[in-house]
């Protein structure tokens, strides 16, 4: 089913990357993109980079590259293009100058000569008479002497849009009618002293010339509404072209505190590096204030496109929560098949420094993943657990050699190794079939205790893939010469 819609759906995600990505921003563009495939409409791509001081390269870059890794493919936008471009807003420059001269010359905006100092004293001023503070309209009317008087002292003007008396009314798709009195709106900036765009004129004339139909967006930027949709009027749109808005309630923290991008926990590099999948993410933050009416955890990227529809959106904040997403990372590596499951783990494996790459490493890590698929709920994790099969100088992690010094410990090993000695094939069942008979059944031990040094001997930890697996895996030689050493230690 899918929703009826008149003109044909334009969704934009226009981050500025003035950082990395974060789970708030990804939940906006998953839901943009979820929301374009729905409707069969076109997902845009958009990059707010006005602000040079703040916006890097490298940041635009991973702004490109974590859609890609995210599987949210757009129609328009860097790298692929379209009509509409360029579709970084610092190629767009000339575009946003001309709006405002425009803006100028119908005299919905003009030239304010105020400086800082003098701006912050009126913001003084407002604050000891408990007004509210914003712009007074100073330079709102100047005659052509006061202009002149600017001039003659070097001011850099900014051009700033007048707002009307009045006030804005719009229809929100999640929170309904939304009025703003223009008294709490004052005249807002439209370009800097220096020439350049504010993200309000840039951001509001772009979406009229990509001619984006539903803007969706985080909540904090619900206030900025009423000054686009001046922008807007001013273009000479009226309200039945006007974009639909939709503003997406806030992702709060665990702590109820507000995500945000300085807590770099949040950062979506941070998640790959971690070795999230994209799928869990998508999957987890699909659900993150959407749901398509019952309470399945779990949503499939094409399910998203089936079911999503705006009106299913939360109103009130949601919550992030880690460990479901672990969990649901957890299922999601479950679920990989074991060629998936190598593909991704190997650049985990490579960058820990853990194999090099060669066919017969690779060879191995693909007969050992198996074992460790049921076991781990990030692909960091991975090297870990592989290591003890690659490494050349091979030691017992420092926590653990004192759980295999002691007198009955050594025993276990004296003994494993005597038994082991003798074993022809090697495999997991000969293996485990010798060590339960002898340490076991005759030694009497426990299996926790008798196994677990057997563990730390063979690989190194008390956490590994299953004993005898591993140690099948290790092979003869390397397992008995291990647990020599370990006999040494
Ligand atoms: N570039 C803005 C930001 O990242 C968002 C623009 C918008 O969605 O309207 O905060």
């Not at 009045?166 to 999640?174: K, N």
């Not at 840039?202 to 139909?213: E, G, R, S």
């Amino acid at each position: 089913m899918s929703t009826t819609v008149n003109k044909k759906v334009k969704v934009r995600f226009a981050p500025s990357p003035t950082g990395d990505l974060h789970v708030g921003n990804i939940r906006t563009a998953l839901f943009d993109w979820a929301y374009a495939r729905h409707t069969g409409g076109t997902f845009l791509f958009r990059i707010e980079d006005t602000d040079t001081t703040r916006v890097t390269d490298e940041y635009i870059q991973a702004a490109i590259d974590t859609l890609k890794w995210l599987g949210l493919n757009w129609d328009e936008g860097p790298e692929v293009g379209g009509e509409n471009g360029p579709y970084l807003q610092s190629a767009r420059l000339d575009i946003y100058a001309e709006w405002a001269q425009k803006f100028l010359d119908q005299k919905d905006a003009y030239h304010c000569y105020c400086s800082a100092e003098e701006l912050e004293a009126v913001r003084e001023a407002q604050r000891a008479a408990n007004v509210a503070p914003g712009y007074n309209g100073h330079c709102r009317d100047l005659t052509s002497e006061q202009v002149a008087a600017f001039k003659a002292q070097d001011r850099q003007p900014v051009v700033r849009m007048r707002m009307p008396d009045g006030g804005t009314t719009f229809t929100d798709l999640i929170r309904g009618e939304v009025s703003f009195d223009h008294k709490f709106v004052p005249d807002f900036v439209l370009v800097r002293g220096d020439g350049s765009p504010l993200y309000t004129l840039a951001v509001a004339v772009d979406d009229v010339l990509m001619k984006v139909t539903h803007v969706l967006r985080g909540e904090d930027l619900l206030s900025s509404t009423p000054r686009q949709i001046r922008v807007y009027q001013a273009m000479g749109l009226t309200e039945k072209d006007f974009p639909v808005f939709a503003h997406l309630p806030f992702v709060m923290g665990q702590d109820n505190a507000k995500l945000s991008k300085r807590n770099g926990e949040v950062s979506i590099a941070w998640y790959r590096e971690k070795g999230f999948l994209p799928e869990a993410i998508c999957n987890y933050l699909a659900l993150l204030g959407w749901s398509p009416g019952d309470d399945r955890e779990n949503v499939t990227m094409k399910e998203l496109t089936e079911l999503f529809t705006v009106e299913k959106v939360h109103s009130s904040p949601a919550r992030f929560d880690m460990k479901k997403l672990e969990a649901i990372n957890g299922d999601k590596i479950r679920a990989l098949t074991l060629d998936e499951f190598l593909e991704w783990s190997l650049p985990f494996l490579t960058k820990a420094g853990v194999i090099a790459g060669s066919d017969s490493e690779i060879a191995l890590v693909k007969k050992a993943l198996p074992l460790i698929q049921e076991r781990i709920i990030m692909l960091s994790e991975v090297p870990a657990m592989l290591k003890f099969l690659f490494v050349k100088d091979f030691t017992v992690e420092a926590e653990s050699v004192s759980k295999i010094t002691d007198e009955a410990s050594k025993k276990v090993l004296q003994r494993s190794l005597s038994e082991l000695e003798n074993v022809t094939t090697w495999s997991h069942d000969a293996i485990e079939a010798v060590l339960r008979s002898s340490l076991i059944e005759e030694m009497g031990l426990k299996p926790r205790i008798a196994f677990g040094a057997v563990r730390i001997a063979t690989t190194g930890s008390t956490i590994s893939p299953p004993l005898f697996e591993s140690m099948e895996l290790l092979g003869k030689e390397a397992s008995l010469a291990r647990i020599r050493a370990g006999i040494a230690l």
